[in-house]
């Protein structure tokens, strides 16, 4: 059972489940299975996929219960039994595959009655019972078309069925009323011909047949069609190889990949993939990371570096320490984020759901009211006319097209996105990301590379560069700030002994204080120094030109006496100016915000044409610079790499979090770009953008078509033209209208950003 455990916030045991839903028809019944499984006391959310069929509940309710409250409801639904994404998606191809062949089985059944019934009609002879023995051929032809309604449409009146015992009204009861309407007015006129007038005793047994026959063809045709939307989660399965080769006991053995342990020692040769996450021990190589970053180039590692599974070795051979296997390596948590992703909803999505559930009910009011009109109003023969449109009115509004329109483009989307290396955490964000008008960007590590350098050690008169150098070294060793590493780096390159510290303090936004070797230590902004009273005027001058430079001066006083001057430089990003341009063609105000100092970030921000700057800013005002934005109306996104960044990213309209930055910023994040070029924002937005368009043209189109279409259904061109549609086209068109929705949103695989 694919049960992933975390622990909530009441410290009880959440399990995540997923349901295959069985009977499922339309957008209808989306509504009725999560508030059922809502209902139940202890499931906490439960989100329906009605693309896939497959219902995510989040809770602690037993696999009993909920299937029991999916059946209450009147469906049918089985746990996915799998303990691998890719056992899923064999599962759901296998299942989608049995119902392709049964509804084509099906679909050919009635249409062998159908089409020949249809070609009789319309070139050979008229469809009325006049005579006895008339009365005798229409009554074989009605049994037939009874075994057709049995055998290729039992599935609608079962449904629709189970829909009345539970006081509601599905696509499935649409469907069995007008065809069973169909069918029984001709058997009347069959068995009883002289209570209907002459004009009137006409049949419509093709129009059962074909209408069950075009449905089901429409049905496999849309299942069929919907396979393509797993292409993306496909695609990152296929990264991950079957085998992998480790050493143990000083043997090479190859294993399956389920059997790779923490800490084992694994070969991949030239060519290989790599097949679980962890650290370089031996070896020199160039990993080809495009399929998970999007970034073409090939990657150097050595030894000491991170490789990834699902990665390409390139070049030469390493050997390599397992550091995450199984569901914890970064291919199998990126997988479960889109999946995740693919099956949650935009607003725009749930909206759809709640006009579904008033649709069907209203539907069937209008096919009431239409053959009311036609018995009352309309030229005789007027029962056939209003059995012809109360039909037609039922099976044209059929709101199947309507339940796929935002599933099927949130799949295909998001997908998408994770091509790029982009990954979308939930639907909300999806939609939320096409709509920003203001994007804040961290400067470290976001528009710079996050791996900078010491350029400069200016010292007073008689303190040792080197003395200085270890001194701050060690004091910054603990810290995982990038500039912080700078200083560690540049010290071990010049083969300084890192000393022990005691009493560390790190004031957030600031620097850092300790003691070392009996000396009393500061590092950092001059607010710092200020606040312990340490005078910097010797040196700020200099601290000036460094930072018109575009270079971080940080000031170092021992024993509250400033000592020293150490400047970092962080080298910008290759594309950041062209990616920033991006947005800004976009129409999207960019404002920078960064802890660093002004001068230094003004020179940042001129270099990538950046004209709103925030500096010196603290991780708690990065957060009141995001509401400031939102109170004048912008709707907001924050980009950020690192755990000062993560408040700002949580409120955020949209978090986005540089992906070779920070777990925490990642998890505080609604989307994650796999590689740091802040391209990935503009795809990012491009592709929500994308989206929400396919999305808006196929409700648009699944809804205009149900509510355009019911008119006329109803006869609305009969006093003008003398023209009444038929209950087979309406069939077809409504069979067709689902396809149409699949085929639009598959449109989205094609899309590509723009990148100017």
Known sequence: MNNSEEVCEHNTLSLTTELLIEGAGCASCVGKIENALNSLEDVESATMNFAERIVTVEGT????????????????????????????????????????????REMTI?????????????????????????????????VLTFAVMYFSGRHFYIGAWK?????????????????????????VVVFVPHVVPDMARHVYFEATAMIIGLINLGLALEVKARGKTSEAIKRLIG?????????????????????????????????EKVPVDGIVCEGHTAIDESMLTGEPMPVEKKVGDEVVAGTINKSGSILFKATRVGKDTALAQIINMVKRAQNSKPPIGRLADVIAAYFV??????????????????????????????????????????????????????GKAAEAGVLIRNGEALQTASKITAMILDKTGTITLGAPKVTDVITIEGVEEAEVLQLAASLEAGSEHPLALAIVDSAKERGLEILKV???????????????????????NPKLMRQNEVEIEPFEIEAQDLA??????????????????????????????????????????????????L??????????????????????????????????????????????????????????????????????????????????????????????????????GAFIYNVAGIPFAAGILYPFFGLLLSPVIAGAAMAFSSLTVVTNANRLRLFKPAKN
Not at 243 to 270: F, M, Y
Not at 600 to 609: D, P, W
């Open 361 to 414: 009910p209203s539907v069937m009011i209008i096919s009431v009211v239409s053959a009311l009109i036609w018995l009352n109003f309309g030229p005789q023969p007027a029962v056939a006319f209003a059995v012809v449109s109360a039909t037609t009115v039922l099976i044209i509004a059929c709101p199947c097209a309507l339940g796929l329109a935002t599933p099927m483009s949130v799949m295909v989307g998001v």
């Open 61 to 104: 309710a037993s696999t009993e219960q909920l299937i029991s409250a999916v059946e209450i409801a009147g469906y049918n639904a089985k746990v996915i039994q799998l303990n691998a994404e890719s056992e899923r998606l064999d599962e759901k191809e296998k299942a989608d595959g049995k119902y392709y062949r049964k509804m084509m």
């Open 502 to 524: 005691e009493r560390f303090e790190a004031i957030a936004g600031h620097g850092v204080k300790a003691n070392c070797s009996g000396l009393t230590l500061l590092f950092g």
């Open 110 to 142: 009635a249409l062998s009655l159908g089409i020949p019934l249809m070609i009789y009609g319309m070139f050979i002879g008229e469809m009325t019972v006049n005579t006895n023995l008339e009365r005798l051929g229409w009554l074989i032809v009605g």
């Open 163 to 187: 829909s009345f015992k539970n006081h509601s009204a599905n696509m499935d009861t649409l469907i069995a009323l007008g065809t069973a309407t169909a069918w029984l007015y001709s058997m």
């Open 599 to 700: 001068a230094t970030a003004q020179a940042v921000a001129n270099k990538v044409g950046i004209s709103e700057v925030f500096a010196d800013v603290l991780p708690e005002d990065k957060v009141e610079k995001v509401k400031q934005l939102q109170m004048e109306n912008e709707i907001v996104g924050m980009t950020g790499d690192g755990i000062n960044d993560a408040p700002a990213l949580a409120m955020a309209n949209v978090g986005f979090a540089i992906g070779t930055g920070t777990d925490v910023a990642i998890e505080s994040a609604d989307v994650t770009l796999m590689r740091g070029s802040l391209h990935g924002l503009a795809d990012a937005i491009a592709v929500s953008k994308a989206t929400l368009r396919n999305i808006k043209q196929n409700l648009f």
């Open 239 to 271: 990264l991950q190889p079957k085998t992998a080769e480790v050493i143990r006991d000083g043997k090479s053995i190859e294993i399956k990949i389920e059997q790779v342990l923490l800490e084992d020692i694994v070969r991949v040769k030239p060519g």
């Open 548 to 597: 018109n430079e575009a270079k971080t001066p940080m000031y170092f006083a021992v024993n509250g006496k400033l000592t020293a001057l150490i400047a970092v430089a962080d080298p910008i990003k290759e594309d950041s100016d062209a990616a920033i341009k991006r947005l800004q063609n976009n129409g999207i105000r960019v404002v920078m915000l960064t802890g660093d100092n």
